[in-house]
Structure formats: C-alpha cells, structure tokens
C-alpha cells in the first residue's frame, strides 16, 4: 500500500459516510446525520494527512494535526485550516452523543439533536469533503510539466527536475 492509495481509499470511505448523512437528513434521522458527518469529516482529514504521510493521532478527532501541513499545502486550503480544526473538534465532541445519547441521564439521541444541529453537520462534512477532494486530487492528479519532470511530491522541497534518463 502507498500513500496515494490510502489517501484516495479514506476519502472513498468518506464519501459514503456523507451520502448517509445526507440520507439520514432527508428521512429526519438527525442524531444519524451528525454521527455520519463526523465520520466524513474524521476520515477526510485522515486522508489529508495521509497524503503527506503525517501519522495522525488514533483518535477521531484530527484537527490538532492540521498545522502539520501547513506549509505543504496550497494557501486555498491553509486558510481552511483553522475552520477545518474546529469543525473536527465540534463533530468529534457530538459523535458518542449522537450515536448512544446521554446514557446517565436516559436521554436519548433524538432528544439530543435536531434538524438545526444535522444540517449543520452535514454541511461542515460537505465542505470539509470537498477541500479535502479536490486538495488530494491536485496533489496526485497533476501531469507532469515536461518529459524531464516527475509528478509533484507531496512534499515541495522534493519536487525537482529529473534527467530523462534517470526515470
């Protein structure tokens, strides 16, 4: 496995996730909305991160990584960064809640979250889907410039003319 395929097989995954949520928000299963949106946006920034191979911490809640790619990344996407971060923070927050309710307090999911909360879930995850979609599809799609340029690297300090010879 590569860098590449992982980073293209998260965002898959994350795509799914934002097609469930987009479904649980059209049948009113809000508390299934915000549960599926965090999942989107958890794996959409895993697969960000691992496009420029950062090992991301094993939690589900990613945003503390963010700034590791910083300077990699085109300024379109650094300026999301901090909205990025907290949008993780926020979903992460709600995923136990949106899945079991509050147990201790017998309350559940769908006294939690309503039309309000899963809208605004969904559309965090659709944005955060779509930076990230079009941040891995720049950086592993590009053609190369000439015959005697490799593909960009993730990481810019690497990315040089090759001598045709040496490919």
Known sequence: MNTEVMAKDYLKRAERCLLESEH???DGDYP?????????VELSLKAALRAFTIEYPKRHDV??????IRDKVPDWFSSKIPQL???????ARKRGPAMYGYESELKPASEIFGKNDAEEAFNS???????CKRLIEELFNKKPKSSTT???????KLNMALPSSKK
């Open 24 to 26: 649980a928000l059209l």
């Open 32 to 40: 299934m909305t915000v549960r599926r949106a965090q999942e989107c």
């Open 63 to 68: 945003g503390d990584a963010l700034p590791l």
């Open 85 to 91: 971060s907290a949008t993780s923070s926020d979903l």
């Open 125 to 131: 995850a659709k944005e955060t889907f779509a930076l």
């Open 150 to 156: 490799r593909n960009i690297d993730p990481d810019p």
